[in-house]
Structures are given as C-alpha cells and as structure tokens.
Nanobody, 122 residues
C-alpha cells in the first residue's frame, strides 16, 4: 500500500518561495510517476507537475512553468516541489500523488496524500 505524506506548506508573501516535500513509502517507486496537484476553494483539483521516477522526465502545467520545479530523491524516497515567484493565485491545498506505470501525460493517479496548505499573501 502506497503512503504519501506531504509537508512544507505555510504562509508566504507574494514573490517568495516554498519547497514542498512528499515522503513516499510502501512500494518500490522505480515504476511510478509522481505528481503534484492543487485545489483552491470552489475550484476543481488541478494538475501542477509530474515526474517519472525512473527517468526523471518532468511535465508542468502552463501556469507554473518556469516557476516551479519537481524533483525526486531516489535514496530517500522523497519527491519535492520547489515553488518560486509565488503569486496569490497559487494559494491552494497541494497534494502529492503516485501512479504505477503511468505515462507522464496521464493524470490517472491512484494514490494520494492528505495535502498541505500553501497560502500566498499579496
């Protein structure tokens, strides 16, 4: 059973930076694609970024491209989301997700963390 635990959220001023962490356990993740999603009040959950664990191939939503970076640490089974140049519209609960054998363009993740709140003040 895959377990995902996010951390690192909080309150940050616009223009600032935050790094989110996702601790993954319960499986060998070499065949997994890992993702970050976010959801703000009244909106549907949206894709932010994804990374294929084995190859390191990444994909980003247009809204965060150039500002956010997804990465993974194989030895620690950790996935990170470095968020720079934050905007108030980045305020949301951010979720880590995992999917086995998922192509990088797929959004059909089967495992989810509990989420961590990021609030960007103007």
């Amino acid at each position: 059973q895959v377990q995902l635990v996010e951390s690192g959220g909080g309150l940050v001023q616009a223009g600032g930076s935050v790094r989110l962490s996702c601790a993954a356990s319960g499986r060998t993740f070499s065949t997994y694609t890992m993702g970050w999603f976010r959801q703000s009040p009244g909106k549907e959950r949206e894709f932010v970024a994804a990374i294929m664990w084995s190859s390191g191939t990444t994909q980003y939503a247009d809204s965060v491209k150039g500002r956010f970076t997804i990465s993974r640490d194989n030895a620690k089974n950790m996935v990170y989301l470095q968020m720079n140049s934050l905007k108030p519209e980045d305020t949301a609960v951010y979720y880590c997700a995992a999917g086995k054998f998922l192509p990088i363009e797929s959004r059909r993740f089967g495992s989810w963390g509990q989420g961590t709140q990021v609030t960007v003040s103007s």
